[in-house]
């Protein structure tokens, strides 16, 4: 797909998945799935903004590994922080 | 390649540039290059670390916190916090788009993208304004509890790097206009470009912890 393309798609993709967010915001109920749910779109939007707005995707390595590895630990962090939340209160207690 | 020549971000940029002239359809950055130049990733990679110690303290404060935490987002708008959104992604979509623009050597076709960045930028600060006075208007301030101060710490320090970004926006508008860029030589641009895709990114953390997740 040329270059062009893929950004007005994207553009509008990362909006859908942004008003469908909020959605979800407003009627789900909150649990571990919507968390869940919540994170890989995270991870997806940010995915698709340093591959192809950023230009990473074919880009120095380190840079790339850096800012792609953002959005694997942030998400992964959300959810970790839902499921062992208690954990973590208990580790950064003083 | 020799791999002095793939570690030099500059060296990569003028051989694809040349590369791509050749055959006349710039459509995708080189192998290995770097986007703008190696002191904007500096300052990206701290506004990214500032940024990812200051998610820390949110995950910390929820996992203190996680009633208040659960409750918090439910007080603020999302219509604010949805809007601001679309406004980041659609200006960093813009920025794609004026260096797509540029690298085609359709300048006034850049300045108007770059325009439609400000005037998305702005339209971020014009919501956010509205949505502090709103939430002043229902009593929300920073001191009501952890939830709200991590919500005004975040959000503002994402708002300092927009205006910083705008600063930015504007002296590569003003380089734009003045014809300083060519399909050759736009790293400045490509610079800017970089750092506001990176304080979108931000926002697309900050969004979906402080607004949606409940």
Same mark, same amino acid.
């Given at each position: ?94 | ?6 570690? #030099? ?190 304080? #979108? ?14």
């Amino acid at each position: 797909m040329p270059h062009e393309k893929l950004l007005d798609r994207l553009w509008l993709l990362l909006v859908a998945l942004t008003l469908g967010g909020a959605w979800i915001g407003e009627a789900a109920e909150p649990g571990l799935a919507v968390t869940i749910v919540i994170s890989l779109t995270m991870a997806f939007k940010g995915r698709m903004v340093v591959d192809h707005f950023m230009e990473l995707k074919s880009a120095n390595r380190t840079l790339r590994s850096l800012m792609r590895g953002f959005f694997y630990v942030i998400p992964a962090v959300t959810v970790l922080t839902t499921l062992f939340g208690d954990w973590l209160a208990r580790l950064t207690t003083l | 390649m020799p791999a002095r020549i793939r570690r #030099d971000g500059r060296a990569l940029n003028e051989e694809y540039y040349v590369s791509q002239t050749a055959l006349s359809s710039p459509e995708a950055p080189a192998e290995g290059r770097i986007p703008g130049n190696k002191g904007i990733w500096a300052g990206i990679l701290s506004e990214m670390t500032e940024f990812a110690l200051l998610f820390g303290v949110y995950f910390i404060a929820r996992a203190h916190y996680p009633e208040v935490f659960r409750e918090g987002p439910a007080r603020l708008s999302t219509l604010a916090g949805t809007l601001n959104t679309v406004m980041m992604i659609s200006g960093s979509y813009f920025v794609a788009k004026a260096v797509h623009a540029i690298r085609q050597n359709r300048q006034q076709s850049c300045l108007r993208w770059l325009l439609l960045v400000l005037l998305a930028a702005c339209g971020y600060l014009l919501i956010k304004a509205l949505e502090f006075r709103w939430n002043l208007g229902h009593g929300i301030t920073g001191g009501m509890n952890l939830f709200f101060t991590v919500y005004y710490y975040l959000t503002f320090t994402h708002m300092v790097h927009v205006v910083w970004g705008m600063m930015g926006l504007m002296w590569v508008m003003v380089r734009t206009r003045s014809g300083a860029y060519s399909p050759q030589d736009h790293d400045g641009l490509e610079a800017f470009a970089s750092y506001w895709h990176a304080t #979108d990114l931000a926002w697309l953390v900050i969004f979906p912890l402080l607004y949606v997740l409940h």
